[in-house]
């Protein structure tokens, strides 16, 4: 079993004795609720480096008002013994009080590509996610860290901060891992009612679909936005956020989708109260 | 003679390198126009690390715009000189273009502590010198890092910074080194004529007197600021910007300096296009 830490000190001293003994730290941040998805990255990390730090902190300053904070799942015995099992050394999982004390006042911003996307609905997300995980680079000094496709537009941004900042850290991107009908796994997945859960997994194929136009040849975006549109609110409840197909560096959306060139193809849909996203990236 | 090191990655496999072999870094940023203030803050790293990197950097993204940024005094092989004779072993001395290269989007901000006094007249300015700072953090690796209480307010924002991103790094301040009139050492002095050269001594007196006024039992901060602003403007040419009694930690503003409370006198006073800064700290 993993040992787990939840002292930011202690977690800080650990990483720098590991380090100092020559071990290769492996990161996987996360905000526990730990499903396949999570244990896949683990299991990168496992191949990467010697230790494997998973971490579990639902990030208070990620959310904003009105969003699912208070509901989000929590149940960190039961996060320890998965990630344990994919291979995880030691889980950090410190309190939000000392996370973000009362005189707490420093965040980290990325301009430009955190105004657009899942930042244009959620703002301040990505604030609370480049701070968080500035801090949780900071605390468990690792050489890599491992984030999921599945958050696109965050691996976008993480990738920047971690360029920028001159964070010392190789970034590894794992595969969305889908579940068998194809809805991309997600800690929110167990918000949906049955009915819900069945309609989610247009999300997917509206994705597919947006592949299928674009490898026959449509060039047009807003063409293939309009059907992945029209499938979505034909075969679901679904209300969509937004249909995004993008430069998948600079997130700029496209008006024509030139061969060669790599795009990011996502989307948030909301089912009832539950926002689910999900992406694939392509090359024409 | 100091090894200048001019790349980023060979400084960051540098840093590493010696922490691998168990050496203590000491860091001294600074930004060139190197005078006897940062000598002592050398001196001060040497004395607490193995290794002492000076970083010598025009931080172009803490000045704001009508600044001196493009007249900032600059020469190299002078400041390696002064800086290997007080015992830096490596400078530090990136190009602009390689810590802001054009997509760089990423800045730290420290929140309220920036908003007043030097941050209310140069908006923007903290935002570069924490932004930078945790840039200069990351690529030197140091155990230690030392800076002037000259720059008092930076000083404050600079040990939230490291609190709040839980950077694993001591933070030590060296006292202000003056002139033996004085004047605290800048490298903006050189900008004086010989007449402002000779009034911004009043600045130093104003600050003194302030502390006389505060010894001799003047409780009352509205009065004590109102004196100081008396000496300057009855005895120079200078313009107030602004003259302070803050909390030492907080920057609030006190109305009354209680007994034991630790307080922070600063100001700031243009001599024509010249803007200099002084403080005193006072525990009564």
């Known amino acids: 079993m993993a040992t787990v830490i939840h002292d930011i000190f202690e977690m800080q001293r650990t990483g720098d004795t590991l380090r100092s003994s020559g071990r290769r730290i492996g990161l996987v941040p996360t905000m526990g609720a730990l499903h396949d998805g999570h244990l896949s990255l683990v299991r990168i990390a496992r191949e990467r480096a010697d230790i494997v730090v998973t971490t579990i902190f639902v990030n208070p300053t990620q959310f904003g008002r009105g969003e699912d904070f208070d509901r989000y799942p929590r149940d960190l015995a039961n996060d320890v013994a998965l990630a344990s099992a994919a291979g995880t050394d030691i889980v950090f999982a410190p309190e939000s009080a000392a996370m973000y004390p009362p005189a707490y006042r420093t965040y980290v911003h990325v301009e430009e590509l955190t105004a657009i996307l899942e930042g244009a609905v959620r703002p301040g997300h990505f604030?609370?996610?480049?701070?968080?995980?500035?801090?949780?680079?900071?605390?468990?000094?690792?050489?890599?860290?491992?984030?999921?496709?599945?958050?696109?537009?965050?691996?976008?941004?993480?990738?920047?901060?971690?360029?920028?900042?001159?964070?010392?850290?190789?970034?590894?991107?794992?595969?969305?891992?889908?579940?068998?009908?194809?809805?991309?796994?997600?800690?929110?997945?167990?918000?949906?009612?049955?009915?819900?859960?069945r309609e989610a997994t247009v999300m997917h194929r509206s994705l597919r679909l947006a592949e299928e136009l674009l490898r026959d040849g449509e060039r047009n975006a807003a063409a293939?936005?309009?059907?992945?549109?029209?499938?979505?609110?034909?075969?679901?409840?679904?209300?969509?956020?937004?249909?995004?197909?993008?430069?998948?560096?600079?997130?700029?959306?496209?008006?024509?989708?030139?061969?060669?060139?790599?795009?990011?193809?996502?989307?948030?849909?909301?089912?009832?109260?539950?926002?689910?996203i999900d992406n694939i990236p392509i090359t024409l």
């Open 127 to 197: 604030r609370g996610v480049t701070t968080v995980v500035a801090k949780l680079f900071l605390v468990t000094k690792p050489h890599v860290a491992v984030f999921g496709q599945k958050d696109a537009q965050q691996v976008v941004v993480i990738r920047r901060m971690v360029h920028d900042l001159n964070f010392d850290i190789d970034i590894v991107v794992a595969p969305i891992v889908r579940e068998r009908d194809g809805l991309a796994m997600s800690s929110r997945n167990r918000y949906l009612t049955p009915e819900q859960r």
């Open 224 to 276: 293939v936005r309009t059907r992945m549109e029209a499938l979505i609110t034909g075969h679901s409840s679904g209300v969509v956020d937004y249909i995004s197909i993008a430069d998948a560096d600079s997130l700029r959306e496209v008006e024509l989708c030139s061969p060669g060139e790599n795009l990011l193809i996502s989307l948030a849909v909301r089912f009832g109260t539950t926002r689910l």
